[in-house]
């Protein structure tokens, strides 16, 4: 049976293995303007990620505190599992005319974009347990990237703007919607990075932070 803690990746596949070198925990300290983001959504047949199932994943780049158009990442998985009540959501059918890869192929496209990159997401922790719940899947251990909630850094500007309440969930369309940010293209993954990075980008705006680690703290 496969270990999830083992920590020898000898075993594992060759696309894992030149993932999982590309993290160094002796790193020096990075500034924000030389980090690389990418900023990812998911959507899915629905919210248990035991049984539910990843149908696309879209992502976008940040660099140099840069939204990167040109490198962006969009794929669709081949689905069994069909939920009518979330395709009134996403608008992803089971036949739609989409090009589909196994849920295996999508693992090696993704890690091979993402690599060492910092991943931003609004209410990241869905998305990431999605992914991590594929890599499961398929004999993977976790993610290795470290993660950053668009949410929480929301919620941070707000308290520095003395609009202050610790326990407020803030949905992408109310950031969306103190941005001025466009909401075309809403409920598509692709459309969600898009709308997430560029509140990714205001926010960092706001909160002024020049190192890496600042992001991090509570």
């Given at each position: 049976m496969f270990d999830w803690f083992k920590k020898d990746e000898s075993h594992?596949?060759?696309?894992?293995?030149?993932?999982?070198?590309?993290?160094?925990?002796?790193?020096?300290?990075?500034?924000?303007?030389?980090?690389?983001?990418v900023i990812l959504d998911t959507e899915t047949t629905g919210f248990d990620q035991e049984k539910d199932r990843i149908l696309s994943i879209g992502c976008v780049k940040i660099k140099n505190n840069k939204l990167l158009v040109a490198d962006s990442f969009e794929i669709y998985l081949k689905q069994e599992k069909f939920n009518p009540d979330t395709v009134e959501i996403h608008g992803l059918i089971k036949h739609e005319r989409f090009e589909t890869i196994s849920e295996e192929k999508a693992i090696?496209?993704?890690?091979?974009?993402?690599?060492?990159?910092?991943?931003?997401?609004?209410?990241a922790g869905f998305d990431i347990n999605m992914i991590n719940a594929a890599l499961k899947r398929n004999y993977l251990p976790k993610l290795k990237n470290r993660v950053l909630d668009t949410g929480i850094?929301?919620?941070?500007?707000r308290i520095i703007s003395n609009f202050i309440d610790q326990h407020k969930t803030y949905s992408l369309d109310e950031v969306a919607l103190a941005y001025n940010i466009d909401l075309k293209d809403r409920h598509t993954a692709i459309g969600d990075a898009f709308i997430t990075a560029i509140a990714f980008l205001k926010i960092l705006g706001r909160l002024k932070r020049k190192k890496l680690k600042e992001l991090f703290k509570k």
């Open positions: 594992l596949p060759d696309f894992w293995q030149k993932y999982s070198a590309g993290f160094n925990s002796n790193q020096k300290e990075q500034l924000i303007a030389e980090t690389t983001f090696q496209l993704f890690l091979k974009y993402i690599k060492d990159s910092v991943l931003v997401a609004h209410h850094l929301y919620r941070k500007t």
